[in-house]
């Protein structure tokens, strides 16, 4: 059983930068992602990586955020550019995709991966 730990969630005005950092206890080679959920939305996904690097991002994303992984310290990145109040929400990361290619099609399906990470809330003012 894998354990996520997210962090680097906080407040910032909209145009700037926040880097969200999630360190697992598992393995770090496995399909890993970061989900959203703003207020009262479903939780939808953002970023996909996998082992070998190949990344994809959903359409409200793409080109403003980045994801990563640094294999030596076992943690997932993701790096959020240009961040708008639409950014809003808790942050999770989760590992282990179940099912499906990992970073083909960014999921909306929580139930595909396995482990998940208790979140980390960025909030991005206007």
């Known amino acids: 059983q894998a354990q996520l730990v997210e962090s680097g969630g906080g407040s910032v005005q909209a145009g700037g930068s926040l880097r969200l950092s999630c360190e697992t206890s598992?393995?770090?080679?496995?399909?890993m992602a970061w989900f959203r959920q703003a207020p009262g939305a479903e939780r939808e996904g953002v970023a996909e990586i996998s082992n070998g690097g190949k990344a994809a991002y959903s359409d409200s994303v793409k080109g403003r955020f980045t994801i990563s992984k640094d294999y030596a310290k076992r943690t997932l990145y993701l790096q959020m550019d240009t961040l708008s109040p639409e950014d809003t929400g808790m942050y999770y990361c989760?590992?282990?995709?179940?099912?499906?290619?990992?970073?083909?099609?960014?999921?909306?399906?929580?139930?595909?991966?396995?482990?998940w990470g208790q979140g980390t809330q960025v909030t991005v003012s206007s």
């Open positions: 598992g393995t770090i080679y496995n399909c």
């Open positions: 989760a590992e282990n995709r179940r099912r499906g290619a990992c970073a083909s099609v960014v999921t909306n399906d929580t139930t595909v991966f396995r482990y």
